[in-house]
């Protein structure tokens, strides 16, 4: 079982840059695919970025592709979201999440088996 952490999260104001952190515990943190998600008031859970274990392919989502950065620091157990030019539409709570498995694309809610609890991000324009 994995317990996931994050934080970083704030009120900053746009075109400004925030980094979050997602602390994990429970599990070999080398051998998860780790992602972010964000979710709107109102709108569903959407992908931000996600980092295959395996071989450390990284994907973005268009809307953040160029801003944001996802990186990791396997000996401390730690997934990184560097954000960039922050704009209103980037207001969300940021989730980290988990899955061990090889053979996917990472960038769905329902591929992934562990969650954090989110963390807070508004953008003041």
């Known amino acids: 079982q994995v317990q996931l952490v994050e934080s970083g999260g704030g009120l900053v104001q746009a075109g400004n840059s925030l980094t979050l952190s997602c602390a994990a515990s429970?599990?070999?943190?080398?051998?998860?695919?780790m992602g972010w998600f964000r979710q709107a008031p109102g709108k569903g859970r959407e992908f931000v970025a996600r980092?295959?274990?395996?071989?450390?392919?990284?994907l973005y989502a268009a809307s953040v592709r160029g801003r944001f950065t996802i990186f990791r620091n396997n000996a401390e157990a730690k997934l990184y979201l560097y954000m960039d030019a922050l704009k209103s539409e980037d207001t969300a709570v940021y989730y980290c999440?988990?899955?061990?498995?090889?053979?996917?694309?990472?960038?769905?809610?329902?591929?992934?088996?562990?969650w954090g609890q989110g963390t807070q991000v508004t953008v003041s324009s």
């Open positions: 999440a988990a899955h061990g498995k090889s053979s996917s694309d990472g960038s769905r809610p329902d591929e992934y088996d562990y």
């Open positions: 980092m295959l274990w395996h071989n450390g392919h990284i």
């Open positions: 429970g599990g070999t943190f080398s051998r998860y695919t």
